[in-house]
């Protein structure tokens, strides 16, 4: 029997649930991801992974299979098209059984659909790794998520996240001949390294701190290392899992009380819960222009306004500075992303989607659901029982960027100057 385990957004040995499913099993084990869907066009003429986002990704394979190896296994990598790859290490290794996180986004369900189209003999095992609660312990069935955020977080209230499991001390060994991993040497991206390790580090580094205690009167910040947690490139990429985070955050809370903050941090992460299962209800209307409940905004698509946006050379200062910033790091704080979201659908009347695929492309975060119920939500499109934001440019300069400090630093009043200005993260960050 040989059992394969796929590692997509799951890049960690930490509270794995599809290494423990594999372990039930038995039989030998083969460890296997994805690569980047590089050189793969994605829609508006921009590319599905940018290059910040291909390094991260790298360093976390790269950290898993040390990581691996040290038990005796190793991470075999799949080059795309991932079909005909997968299959042909399928048909190689005579799988049995094939143990996935639960695919929640409809492009992520494709595949489980073609693998058991093609391999009928093949069991194919989903396994809720993404997210803090399983599929079962939902208390609706997915077509009765609610439809909005507050119910959903209500309905979850009484339902106790489970508790992480510790990192494997042994696997069971992987088939004969497995292609061996390709070292390819990337440089390490400051202040986003991926990995486990780094992940891990990031996340007791926040809890370690002050910062949990202000996070309320801080998150809306446009920058500055502490004033939001920074987990989710780690998070989006699995090499941190949410119920650690989650664990993480209930030990802070019994050590040094719980308050508004830590409450508040909570909350955003059941925001990250709830747009994952509506990625799961919702399929593809997660993609299309009229959103959940197909209403068609009033916007298109113009090409110069799209690459004035993208460039940062609109004419609004502070959404260029976040666009910079957001080119120049693969970052933007959440504050700034409504910003730009807003400005996108509301004053350059665009089209949602080339917004949602421009920051597929730029960010180190991307993930799935969280990006696409984002926009939609902006958009009117989505879950917002008040159908849309529209943020005002001058007030929220006002608010946060009085002095216009952020605005000079990322060059939202000089456009054209688009020489690069250094990235000021400080030296203590991971
Ligand atoms: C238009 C738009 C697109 C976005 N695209 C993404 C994306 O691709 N990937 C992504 O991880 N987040 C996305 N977000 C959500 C949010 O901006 C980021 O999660 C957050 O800024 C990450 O920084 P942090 O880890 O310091 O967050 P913190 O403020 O410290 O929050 C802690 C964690 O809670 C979760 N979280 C916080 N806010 C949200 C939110 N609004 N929606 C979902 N989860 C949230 C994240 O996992 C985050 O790491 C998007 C928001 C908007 C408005």
Same mark, same amino acid.
């Given at each position: 029997m040989t059992i394969l385990v796929l590692f997509e957004h799951n890049l960690r040995l930490d509270d794995n649930p599809l290494l423990a499913r594999a372990a039930q099993?038995?039989?030998?084990?083969?460890?296997?991801?994805?690569?980047? %869907?590089?050189?793969? %066009?994605? *829609?508006?003429?921009?590319? !599905?992974?940018?290059?910040?986002?291909?390094?991260?990704l790298h360093q976390s394979r790269q950290e898993l299979h040390s990581a691996l190896t040290r038990l005796g296994q190793q991470l075999v990598l799949i080059r795309q098209p991932v079909i005909p790859a997968l299959s042909r290490l399928i048909e190689r290794h005579d799988v049995t059984h094939l143990v996935r996180q639960r695919p929640l986004a409809s492009n992520e369900q #494709?595949?489980?659909?073609?693998?058991?189209?093609?391999?009928?003999g093949l069991s194919l095992q989903h396994v809720d790794g993404h997210t803090l609660f399983d599929l079962e312990q939902l208390p609706f069935d997915i077509e009765d998520l609610p439809p909005s955020y507050s119910a959903f977080r209500r309905a979850l209230q009484p339902i106790k996240v489970r508790a992480p499991t510790p990192a494997p001390h042994s696997l069971p060994a992987p088939p004969p001949e497995v292609t061996p991993w390709p070292h390819i040497s990337q440089?390490?991206?400051? +202040?986003?390294? $991926? $990995?486990?390790?780094?992940?891990?580090?990031?996340?007791?580094?926040?809890?370690? $701190?002050p910062a949990p205690g202000h996070y309320k009167e801080t998150r809306n910040d446009l920058e500055g290392w502490?004033?939001? #947690?920074?987990?989710? +490139?780690?998070?989006?990429?699995?090499?941190?899992? +949410?119920? !650690?985070?989650?664990?993480?955050?209930?030990?802070?809370?019994?050590?040094?009380?719980?308050?508004?903050?830590?409450?508040?941090?909570?909350?955003?992460?059941?925001? !990250?819960?709830?747009?994952?299962?509506?990625?799961?209800?919702?399929?593809r209307r997660l993609f299309q222009f009229g959103g959940i409940g197909q209403k068609r905004p009033l916007t298109s698509f113009y090409p110069t306004r799209f690459i004035q946006w993208c460039q940062g050379t609109t004419p609004y200062p502070l959404v260029n500075a976040c666009m910079h910033e957001l080119n120049e790091t693969g970052y933007l704080s959440n504050r700034?992303?409504?910003?730009? #979201?807003?400005?996108?659908?509301?004053?350059?009347?665009?089209d949602w989607r080339c917004g949602a695929a421009y920051f597929e492309q730029q960010l180190i975060d991307?993930?799935?659901? *969280?990006?696409?119920?984002?926009?939609?939500?902006?958009?009117?499109?989505?879950?917002? +029982? !008040?159908?849309?934001?529209?943020?005002?440019l001058d007030k929220q300069s006002r608010l946060h960027d009085p002095k216009g400090h952020y605005t000079h630093k990322w060059r939202g009043d000089n456009p054209v100057a688009l020489a690069k200005s250094p990235v000021d993260w400080p030296e203590d960050a991971p």
């Open positions: 099993l038995g039989g030998e084990l083969l460890c296997v991801s994805l690569g980047d %869907p590089l050189g793969q %066009p994605g *829609s508006y003429g921009l590319r !599905r992974i940018g290059h910040r986002r291909q390094h991260f #494709a595949l489980s659909w073609y693998l058991t189209r093609r391999h009928p440089h390490r991206v400051r +202040p986003f390294i $991926g $990995g486990e390790s780094q992940g891990q580090r990031q996340l007791a580094h926040y809890l370690d $701190g502490q004033n939001s #947690a920074k987990w989710s +490139p780690w998070l989006a990429a699995g090499c941190l899992s +949410p119920r !650690r985070i989650w664990q993480a955050l209930c030990h802070y809370e019994l050590t040094w009380g719980a308050n508004d903050s830590t409450e508040w941090l909570k909350r955003e992460l059941l925001w !990250r819960e709830y747009f994952q299962w509506y990625a799961m209800k919702w399929g700034g992303r409504q910003l730009v #979201a807003s400005a996108l659908v509301n004053e350059l009347q665009l991307y993930d799935v659901s *969280s990006n696409w119920g984002n926009w939609q939500y902006i958009a009117g499109v989505g879950a917002d +029982p !008040r159908g849309g934001r529209h943020f005002d």
